[in-house]
Nanobody, 125 residues
């Protein structure tokens, strides 16, 4: 069974940095679009950044609020996607979730809409 496991969250002061990781566990052949979302208390989950694979490998997309501060990248050999968070602000405080739109396991079975359990990022002012 394919799972996504996030790590790297924590408490940081405003202006600081964190690097989040999301590892797809299991025997993975390929994954498609990987996306980081976040959800702050009392707010809806929002897209932070996404990255594609395949023929358009590495095409990225960012929310306006994080453009120029966050960087998404992926290491397909390690089935890992990263989110580098720089110049953090208190309003970046949220639980950050990793999502894969679809993953192909070596069993030949596709899994769709996979979510990780989330990692907490807290930015103090």
């Amino acid at each position: 069974q394919v799972q996504l496991v996030e790590s790297g969250g924590g408490l940081v002061q405003a202006g600081g940095s964190l690097r989040l990781s999301c590892v797809a566990s299991g025997r993975i052949v390929t994954s498609n679009v990987m996306t980081w979302y976040r959800q702050a208390p009392g707010k809806e989950r929002e897209l932070v950044a996404s990255i594609t694979s395949g023929v358009s490998a590495g095409r990225t997309n960012y929310a306006d609020s994080v453009e120029g501060r966050f960087t998404i990248s992926r290491d397909n050999a390690k089935n890992t996607v990263f989110l580098q968070l720089n110049s953090l602000r208190p309003e970046d405080t949220a639980v950050y979730y990793c999502n894969a739109d679809r993953i192909l396991a070596d069993s030949g079975v596709w899994s769709y809409g996979i979510w990780g359990q989330g990692t907490q990022v807290t930015v103090s002012s």
